[in-house]
T-cell receptor
Framework: KAGVTQTPRYLIKTRGQQVTLSCSPI?????VSWYQQTPGQGLQFLFE???????NKGNFPGRFSGRQFSNSRSEMNVSTLELGDSALYLC???????????FGSGTRLTVV | KQEVTQIPAALSVPEGENLVLNCSFT??????LQWFRQDPGKGLTSLLL?????REQTSGRLNASLDKSSGRSTLYIAASQPGDSATYLC??????????FGKGNQVVVIP
């Protein structure tokens, strides 16, 4: 079966711009989570959506937002980009929390 | 707040040796624990999932144990191969539906 698909794989943006990342979960998975990975901080939780509702949110500024559609696909938006937002953004999907998470290949965002 | 620690941060072993990777966590009220592998610049590949009620899980050359009361998990990789070179990440799931990750064990298997 198809895995978790993230698009695009790479992005280069300028400070102050906004960006939208997309994640298509495994078919049938209703939970989608987003994580930011940087060399200094490691993997940090951004938010989780389940059946189109945000169920949990990490400690990131309001510039980071997301949503989930009725087909479980999810998007993450970052507005007013800062240099520190440069990172690998990973999406993970799950049937529900007890079933383990499957991660996508990530989107590498570089802010210049 | 759940804190997850993985020691050592990096290690090198000769091919054929068994690998032992340790993970500790501060809050024992976990839902489950998952071990992942990450190759440079890539996403995470799930290796093993251990539910809080289980003591261990096995898959091929991989075995992971869980001691919830002491806040520890160990990943064993038998007869290591150069293809096992990667970063191994331990992640703990609490009731808040968010994974807490360690910083990882960066492993190099020397042919």
């Amino acid at each position: 079966k198809a895995g978790v698909t993230q698009t695009p794989r790479y992005l280069i943006k300028t400070r102050g711009q906004q960006v939208t990342l997309s994640c298509s979960p495994i078919s049938g998975h209703r939970s989608v989570s987003w994580y930011q990975q940087t060399p200094g901080q490691g993997l940090q939780f951004l938010f989780e959506y389940f059946s189109e509702t945000q169920r949990n949110k990490g400690n990131f500024p309001g510039r980071f937002s997301g949503r989930q559609f009725s087909n479980s696909r999810s998007e993450m938006n970052v507005s007013t980009l800062e240099l520190g937002d440069s990172a690998l953004y990973l999406c993970a999907s799950s049937l529900d929390r007890g079933d383990g998470y499957t991660f996508g290949s990530g989107t590498r965002l570089t802010v210049v | 707040k759940q804190e997850v620690t993985q020691i050592p941060a990096a290690l090198s072993v000769p091919e054929g040796e068994n690998l032992v990777l340790n993970c500790s966590f501060t809050d024992s009220a976990i839902y489950n624990l998952q071990w992942f592998r990450q190759d440079p610049g890539k996403g995470l590949t799930s290796l093993l999932l251990i539910q809080s009620s289980q003591r261990e899980q096995t898959s091929g050359r991989l075995n992971a144990s869980l001691d919830k009361s002491s806040g520890r998990s160990t990943l064993y990789i038998a007869a290591s191969q150069p293809g096992d070179s990667a970063t191994y990440l331990c992640a703990v799931l609490n009731g808040n539906n968010r994974l807490a990750f360690g910083k990882g064990n960066q492993v190099v298997v020397i042919p």
